[in-house]
């Protein structure tokens, strides 16, 4: 009888762990497949073309690449496109996008070029209806939900091809409720591996794919380098879209080819 409870309440937990990890119920994503999106841009820090700035779309477009960008708010609810929680690494300056004004953000440079921060709406303008990535970049503190109705109306307006991810759930979710026509994915990766600050339960949801049941998401971008979980394995076996991040050789771009519909790349011209 004991033996019998038990099991019970295994496949409870499995089935529950099911629905929970389940995406989103398969749509036609096949204007995202089958393609090679340059990281920040088709970028090179070392030789003047910063990542997220208007001369590395400019130059992924020159080649033909979708892109993957990242969206922020500034103080006064501009939307931007800036990767890094500061502002140390790419421009020499304290603070985070969140502390200055658009306006006060123009002092500051990429990598000690001539580059500035964009807004989001100069560089959709820029890729011209090139595929686009857009993360829905939420800084530790931030309103998740301020940068979603900022950024969405941009998203709107884009004449071409362009879907959203995040790594907040809360930001996927709030897609899934107000944008459901919308293409979402989320972003994740073997956090037990990569703590990231992350506390326990967040890194083991995260890891495992758990989160979907907020965003019901059409695909997971999935950071290849940690190797795949038990739960994303779960996940895969739904059938989305599987997108790769961040592919940093041909070499490896082939190795992932047959289990993922598209890469995420840097460091190299993708073939």
Request: proline share 4%.
């Amino acid at each position: 009888m004991v033996l019998w409870i038990i099991l019970i309440l295994l496949l409870v937990l499995a089935g529950g762990a099911c629905f929970m990890i389940a995406p989103g119920k398969r749509r036609d994503t096949r204007r995202f497949e089958g393609q090679a999106f340059a990281h920040r841009g088709l970028f090179d820090n070392e030789h003047g073309v910063p990542e997220n700035s208007l001369a590395a779309f400019r130059r992924a477009r020159a080649h033909g690449f979708g892109v993957e960008l990242d969206v922020q708010l500034t103080k006064d609810g501009q939307v931007v496109v800036f990767h890094d929680d500061t502002l140390e690494r790419v421009c020499g300056n304290e603070g985070t996008i969140g502390s200055y004004t658009y306006q006060e953000l123009q002092r500051f440079r990429l990598y000690r070029t001539r580059e500035r921060i964009p807004l989001f709406s100069e560089v959709l303008k820029e890729l011209g209806g090139m595929p686009v990535i857009c993360e829905i970049k939420v800084a530790a503190g931030t309103d998740y939900q301020a940068l979603c109705e900022k950024a969405a109306p941009l998203i709107d307006s884009y004449r071409g091809d362009i879907c959203i991810e995040s790594f907040n759930p809360k930001a996927v979710g709030w897609f899934r409720k107000n944008r459901p026509e919308m293409i979402r994915g989320q972003l994740t990766m073997n956090f037990m591996k990569d703590p990231g600050g992350l506390p326990f339960p967040v890194r083991l949801a995260m890891s495992h794919c758990l989160v979907n049941v907020i965003g019901r998401p059409d695909f997971i971008a999935y950071g290849v380098d940690w190797g795949e979980t038990l739960g994303f394995m779960i996940c895969r076996s739904f059938h989305p879209m599987l997108a790769a991040w961040t592919i940093t050789s041909q070499e490896q771009q082939e190795t992932v080819r047959k289990r993922y519909h598209s890469v995420i790349f840097d460091h190299y011209i993708a073939q």
